[in-house]
């Protein structure tokens, strides 16, 4: 797995996170914050694509070659 996959991962684990448990925890007089969901998905956005990047730089190139006769392709 490359690094902007991983980090895609754990990106869209933290999104999964916010959206079952919420994005703010109070008990009594004191609260957590945890991720600010636009951030994250900004994130996941960038990461995704630096993902299909290194996926498509990695990928042999496939090659074509064609036969011509007299000129003409077959």
Same mark, same amino acid.
């Given at each position: ?5 991983? #980090? &895609?991962? @754990? %990106? $869209?684990? =933290?999104? +999964? ?9 109070? /008990? ?12 994250? #998905? &900004?994130? @996941? %956005? $960038?990461? =995704?694509? +630096? ?9 042999? /190139? ?13």
């Amino acid at each position: 797995m490359t690094t902007a996959a991983q #980090r &895609l991962a @754990e %990106v $869209q684990a =933290a999104i +999964q996170d916010l959206l079952v448990n919420g994005q703010e925890v109070r /008990r009594g007089d004191r609260s957590l914050k945890r991720g600010d969901l636009d951030s994250l #998905r &900004l994130l @996941e %956005v $960038q990461y =995704a694509e +630096q993902a299909a990047a290194e996926a498509s730089a990695a990928a042999p /190139r496939s090659r074509v070659s064609r036969l011509y006769s007299r000129g003409k392709g077959i």
